[in-house]
């Protein structure tokens, strides 16, 4: 083989390599490795097996099993309302903004894009001003006295709307991507044979853009699982934890005030990561089955 052939790839994807190395696999084979160990960031780890596990998983009286479960239930309910919704409705704009006799398609886009730019602290700074109780745009546009920090289920809605303002953006680019490279002729033809919009949306735009679809719900699933800033920002975990997500736990016992358990948070994070790769590799098949 030329050599020349073997480097020009290399010095493309090479930088790409060297920052998944040093920055993603070294620190998640350290961070599996620190699960099997007592660790509190200073000194060296001390290797206690699946102690750790164990502790989580069945120690009922233990404090780090609580925590576990109940941020893992507070992950799932994050989950199973935010991903459908960062799904859906992204769909659904994509697919109007496609209308034919629709103007300025390019400006609404940029409009919808613009929040994905955002860091999620500076939005959650805003948003927590709009659903102030006394000086909130929200209370008083609607005549409402609604604590939505404090309470729920105010507080899980105001997390999910700062999900969705941020994240329908990216996944609409996606959507519009893959439409816009769906033949214009089976659309006409599909008007020739008297489909309506509906059937041309579930006869030709879904199949057309099953690999869009697919890394979408794989993608926006696996980050609703990490969710972190907004219920930390909005919430910080109120009330009384019913918002705190695995990842504030994680984050607790790690960087906690007192000693770190570095070793019982990397724990957490391989169990998370590991709910992560099974429903992910289940999605995908299920997708991919469906479409077969």
């Known amino acids: 083989m030329n050599n020349n052939n073997f480097l020009k790839p290399l010095l493309f994807?090479?930088?790409h390599i060297i920052l998944f190395i040093v920055f993603i696999l070294i620190p998640s084979v350290y961070g599996i490795y620190a699960?099997?160990?007592?660790?509190n960031l200073i000194g060296d780890p001390v290797w206690?097996?699946?102690?750790?596990?164990?502790?989580i998983l069945t120690d009922t009286d233990s404090t780090f099993y609580s925590q576990f479960f109940n941020g893992l239930k507070n992950t799932l309910l994050f989950?199973?309302?935010?991903?459908?919704l960062l799904i859906i409705i992204p769909l659904l704009i994509a697919v109007a903004l496609e209308h034919k006799d629709l103007k300025f398609t390019s400006l609404f886009q940029t409009l919808l894009y613009i929040p994905g730019l955002i860091s999620i602290s500076a939005a959650a700074?805003?948003?927590?001003l709009i659903f102030n109780k006394q000086l909130g745009v929200a209370n008083n546009l609607f005549g409402s006295e609604a604590v939505w920090q404090t309470t729920q289920p105010y507080a899980w809605i105001i997390i999910l709307i700062i999900t969705i303002w941020a994240g329908i953006g990216g996944n609409m680019i996606i959507y519009r991507a893959g439409i816009n490279g769906v033949s214009k002729d089976l659309y006409e033809s599909a008007e020739i044979d008297g489909a309506g919009p509906?059937?041309?949306?579930?006869?030709?735009?879904?199949?057309?853009?099953?690999?869009?679809?697919?890394?979408?719900?794989v993608m926006t699933t696996a980050g609703a699982f990490n969710v972190f800033a907004q219920p930390l920002m909005m919430t910080d975990g109120?009330?009384?934890?019913?918002?705190?997500?695995?990842m504030m736990y994680i984050r607790d016992l790690a960087f906690s005030h007192g000693e770190s358990i570095a070793g019982l948070a990397s724990a957490m994070a391989v169990l998370l990561g590991l709910v992560i790769l099974v429903i992910s590799a289940f999605q995908y098949y299920v997708m991919n089955r469906n479409a077969a």
């Open 198 to 217: 509906v059937r041309k949306f579930f006869s030709i735009t879904l199949p057309s853009i099953r690999f869009p679809l697919i890394y979408t719900m």
């Open 79 to 84: 989950v199973v309302f935010s991903v459908p």
């Open 238 to 246: 109120g009330p009384r934890q019913s918002t705190t997500v695995l």
């Open 125 to 128: 700074l805003v948003w927590s």
């Open 13 to 15: 994807v090479g930088p």
């Open 48 to 55: 206690v097996g699946l102690d750790n596990y164990k502790t």
């Open 35 to 39: 699960s099997f160990t007592n660790w």
